[in-house]
Each structure stands twice: as structure tokens, then as C-alpha cells.
């Protein structure tokens, strides 16, 4: 294993549980946590975008280039995940079954939609 793939491993690890467990405190009401967790979930996000930049600089890739295409894609992954969250909070915490499946299955084909958008069909 390359030392950047373990790198970004161990970082990408340590954020992703910091920004669920704080986007966990801020989104449930009995843990009465939401200043906390927003705090939390922003530490997250901080130490995901710190392993990107990371990640790139030790594989001596250029820096991301922001357009139209890129601002785009991102957009479509955060409506895409927060469709399929809601999807997963109506069902697990709301117990509104069906109408959480059927949001949650629209997240996930958004998501499937950010593999031809970013890769092109051929």
C-alpha cells in the first residue's frame, strides 16, 4: 500500500466518523446536541477536505480546477445524499416506511447519475 493511500485512508476514516456522529448529535432530538453536533460535523467536513488536498499534493496531482462541470457534480452529489439521509431518516426514525424508501431510492438514482455526468457515455 502506496504511504498516500494509507494517508488518506486514516484521514478519510477519522473525518467520516466525526462528521456522522456530529451530523447523528445535531439530527437527533433525544440527544438534545445540536450546537455540538454542528460543530462536530464541521470538524468532519474540515478533515475530509484536508485528506483531499493531502491526497493530491502526495500523488503530485494538479489542484482541482473549479467550472461549471465540477460545481455541478458536486450539487448533484449533495442533493443526491441528502435525499437518500432523508430517505433513511423518514424510514428509521419517523417509521414512514414507504415514503422513505421511495425518497431514499430517488437519492440513490441521483447518485447513479453522477457516474455518466462525470465520466460520459461512450
Do not use: Y
Not at 447513479?112 to 461512450?122: A, E, Q, R, S, T
Amino acid at each position: 500500500m502506496k504511504k498516500s493511500t494509507f494517508v488518506a485512508m486514516i484521514l478519510g476514516t477519522i473525518g467520516g466518523i466525526l462528521f456522522a456522529l456530529g451530523m447523528c448529535m445535531a439530527l437527533i432530538v433525544e440527544w438534545d446536541a445540536f450546537k455540538p453536533g454542528v460543530i462536530m460535523g464541521a470538524i468532519g467536513a474540515l478533515v475530509l477536505l484536508l485528506m483531499v488536498i493531502v491526497w493530491r499534493k502526495m500523488e503530485h496531482k494538479a489542484p482541482i480546477q473549479v467550472s461549471g462541470k465540477t460545481i455541478g457534480a458536486s450539487l448533484i452529489g449533495i442533493v443526491g445524499s441528502l435525499l437518500l439521509g432523508v430517505g433513511m431518516c423518514l424510514t428509521m426514525v419517523w417509521s414512514n416506511m414507504v415514503i422513505g424508501i421511495l425518497i431514499g431510492i430517488v437519492g440513490i438514482v441521483v447518485l447513479l447519475c453522477l457516474i455518466p455526468f462525470v465520466k460520459g457515455l461512450k
